[in-house]
């Protein structure tokens, strides 16, 4: 099972997308400051998260919330 899930900066309130198996274990890495591109707005927060059977499955949806129409669709849901 592949989750792919949006991070809320509590910092700035900038959001990071991305994908991985266990939600809690990475969730630490990026509040541990183990990931480069997330270190500096810490701490966050698990604001969205959706479930694949496929890490393909999880790879091509991580990638459409990152294109424009993608982040339309997280805007349209009012992430707080």
Not at 34 to 58: C, D, I, L, N
Request: with cysteine; hydrophobic share 30%.
């Amino acid at each position: 099972m592949f989750l792919v899930y949006v991070l809320k900066s509590e910092k700035d309130g900038r959001l990071y997308k991305g994908y991985c198996e266990n939600m809690e274990l990475r969730l630490n890495e990026h509040n541990g400051g183990r990931v480069t591109s997330t270190r500096g707005y810490r701490p966050w927060k698990v604001v969205y998260t959706e479930r694949f059977a496929t890490e393909r499955e999880a790879l091509v949806r991580e990638k459409y919330l990152k294109s424009g129409s993608g982040r339309e669709f997280l805007k349209s849901l009012e992430l707080e």
